[in-house]
């Protein structure tokens, strides 16, 4: 059988039998296979029940490059839309520093926390791949977003992320960067 006709099948699966089949063991599946319920289980929205073991084979953490090229570009994107929203002060350096803080912090605030809860990424997240999930591999809460937002401002998080792989921001709000499933 296909992996196509696999995945149709699984489509036709009420939510139940598909959380059940979830509670396997990756090897118990042909290759390939566990994939596709997990992805339909994700598309869904059903609630998988998954010991930490099964998740750690599910899900694998991005790679130190995808969290840079993820920075570079989010943070780029957000230095572009406050040179678009202040050309005229900013061009002829009459900003203060102070007022250019007062204003970067809300705009990168407001990208992060609704792209991250709404779509689970950011641009730069989209552009390399990766999306935030909880520990447990599911959609995080507005409460763990807003914890991770935050937590972004603790002196020396990107070093840190550089050097370990998992930043504060991660480790605070239990939501971590992962590879994006296809």
Request: with cysteine; hydrophobic share 40%; aromatic share 10%.
């Amino acid at each position: 059988m296909k992996l196509n006709d696999v995945k149709e099948e699984i489509s036709r699966l009420p939510d139940e039998a598909l959380k059940n089949s979830l509670k396997l063991k990756r090897e118990e599946f042909q290759e390939g296979v566990y994939d596709l319920y997990l992805e339909e289980a994700i598309k869904r929205n059903v609630e998988i029940e998954s010991s930490e073991d099964n998740i750690s084979q599910n899900i694998e953490i991005a790679s130190i490059f995808q969290r840079m090229v993820n920075y570079i570009i989010d943070y780029g994107i957000i230095c572009v839309l406050l040179r678009i929203l202040f050309s005229g002060p900013v061009s002829n350096n009459t900003i203060s520093p102070v007022f250019a803080i007062l204003i970067f912090l809300p705009i990168s605030f407001l990208y992060f926390i609704i792209l991250e809860y709404k779509y689970g990424k950011t641009l730069g997240k989209i552009i390399s791949k990766t999306i935030v999930l909880t520990d447990s591999g599911e959609k995080p809460t507005l409460e763990m977003i807003l914890i991770r937002t935050i937590s972004r401002l603790i002196p020396f998080n990107g070093l840190i992320t550089f050097f370990s792989g998992i930043s504060i921001h991660d480790r605070v709000s239990k939501v971590k960067c992962y590879k994006e499933r296809r």
